[in-house]
T-cell receptor, first 111, second 114 residues
Framework: GEDVEQSLFLSVREGDSSVINCTYT??????LYWYKQEPGAGLQLLTY?????DMKQDQRLTVLLNKKDKHLSLRIADTQTGDSAIYFC???????????FGKGTSLLVTP | GAGVSQTPSNKVTEKGKYVELRCDPI?????LYWYRQSLGQGPEFLIY????????DSGLPNDRFFAVRPEGSVSTLKIQRTERGDSAVYLC????????????FGPGTRLLVL
């Protein structure tokens, strides 16, 4: 199957910006997603971007998409301790409905 | 409104036993998905329902796994002759339609096979 790659771990200080990166492989993906998973919880949809866009901003979240390089990033401004979680990048597979997920980036925000 | 719910939240069973995991999708969502998340991994697709029928079960690992959605709402994932390697979090998601519709996930069922 297709592989979605993410760095495994990121640590930032409270108040700084966090940038989580992802590379995907399926150029036909219609949407790309960012999900957040807190310990012992399910996946919470954070934001998504349509493949014909290159940027989407939603409050503290900014998503950048570089289709040429198949690179997706999530920037969290003014990161808070409550943002500590695992962040998953996901692409729609060539089926059009099943999602392919990365292994997740564990974000630790320190005071 | 209510989100996707899953029961039980945790299930401990012995190797060789049969288990059923239940998913209640968001009301009005016609599409339902099951994923499996092993420790330290992202979720992996298992099966997709559109209405009552399994439109794609290509992610089911073997014939010990089966899922139903008889009335197009609640779905049950059934695992026969459980093995220790089946231990994982089983996640259910639903979406309003099918292709390219945003999927909303439940909290998952944590299955531990001893």
């Amino acid at each position: 199957g297709e592989d979605v790659e993410q760095s495994l771990f990121l640590s930032v200080r409270e108040g700084d910006s966090s940038v989580i990166n992802c590379t995907y492989t399926d150029s036909s993906s219609t949407y790309l997603y960012w999900y957040k998973q807190e310990p012992g919880a399910g996946l919470q949809l954070l934001t998504y971007i349509f493949s014909n866009m290159d940027m989407k901003q939603d409050q503290r979240l900014t998503v950048l998409l570089n289709k040429k390089d198949k690179h997706l990033s999530l920037r969290i401004a003014d990161t808070q301790t409550g943002d500590s979680a695992i962040y998953f990048c996901a692409e729609t597979s060539n089926s059009g409905y099943a999602l392919n997920f990365g292994k997740g980036t564990s974000l630790l925000v320190t005071p | 409104g209510a989100g996707v719910s899953q029961t039980p939240s945790n299930k401990v069973t012995e190797k060789g036993k049969y288990v059923e995991l239940r998913c209640d999708p968001i009301s009005g969502h016609t599409a339902l998905y099951w994923y499996r998340q092993s420790l330290g991994q992202g979720p992996e697709f298992l099966i997709y329902f559109q209405g009552t029928g399994a439109a794609d079960d290509s992610g089911l690992p073997n014939d010990r796994f089966f899922a139903v959605r008889p009335e197009g709402s609640v779905s049950t994932l059934k695992i026969q002759r459980t093995e220790r390697g089946d231990s994982a979090v089983y996640l259910c998601a639903s979406s309003l339609g099918s292709e390219s519709e945003t999927q909303y996930f439940g909290p998952g069922t944590r299955l531990l096979v001893l």
